[in-house]
C-alpha cells in the first residue's frame, strides 16, 4: 500500500494526528510540505498558512491523498514515525531482532526474508501498547522499505483486522 493510499484510508483522526504533530514538532518539515503542495496547486503557501490550525492540517491530509503527492506523504510517514513513534519502532525491531539505533533506524541492511512467528509476535507487542491504526501504518509503510515487501507481514496485516487501514 502506498503512502496516498494509507491517507485515503486512514481515519481523518489519525490523518489530523499525524499532521497536527508535524505542525506542533517538525516546523521546517511542516511549512515545506506545505509550500511544495501549494505550489503544485499553484497557490502561495500563505493561503493555506492563514488557515486555522485544523483547516491546514485538513488541506494538508487532502493533499496527500493524491497519487502525485506521494514521495512527500511517505516522507512525512518516515519522519513522523521515525521521530514522534520511535517507540514503536524499536518495539517491533526488538521483537525481529533486527539491530538498531534504538530510535526505529535499522542498523546495517533489513533481512530479506522474516520469520513468521517473529513478526507476529512483533505486531501483538507494539498493539499492546501503541494505538491499531498507528500500528498498521507503521507496518504498511515497513512493507514500502523492500520492494514487494515481506510476505510474513502481509500474512499478518491480512489476518488481523486491526491492522488493516479503513477495515
Known amino acids: 500500500m502506498q503512502a496516498h493510499e494509507m491517507f485515503s484510508r486512514m481515519s481523518p483522526a489519525l490523518g489530523l494526528t499525524i499532521t497536527g504533530w508535524l505542525r506542533d514538532t517538525e516546523r521546517n518539515v511542516y511549512r515545506s510540505a506545505i509550500g511544495s503542495l501549494a505550489a503544485q496547486k499553484k497557490l502561495r503557501p500563505v493561503f493555506v498558512t492563514k488557515k486555522a490550525a485544523v483547516e491546514q492540517c485538513t ?71 501503541f494505538p491499531a491504526e498507528e500500528c498498521g501504518v507503521y507496518l504498511h509503510l515497513f512493507q514500502l522499505q523492500q520492494p514487494g515487501g515481506w510476505q510474513a507481514i502481509t500474512d499478518v496485516i491480512a489476518a488481523d483486522t486491526r491492522l488493516q487501514l479503513g477495515a
Not at 488541506?59 to 520511535?86: C, D, F, P
Not at 533506524?105 to 505486531?123: I, S
Open 59 to 129: 488541506w494538508l491530509v487532502e493533499q496527500l491523498k493524491l497519487r502525485g503527492n506521494e514521495a512527500v506523504g511517505e516522507n512525512l510517514l518516515q519522519i513522523w514515525l521515525m521521530k514522534g513513534r520511535s517507540g514503536m519502532l524499536a518495539e517491533f525491531l526488538n521483537a525481529l531482532g533486527v539491530p538498531h539505533d534504538g530510535n526505529g533506524g535499522v542498523d546495517g541492511d533489513l533481512p530479506p526474508a522474516l520469520d513468521a512467528a517473529k513478526v507476529k509476535a512483533g505486531a501483538e507487542a507494539i498493539l499492546a501498547k
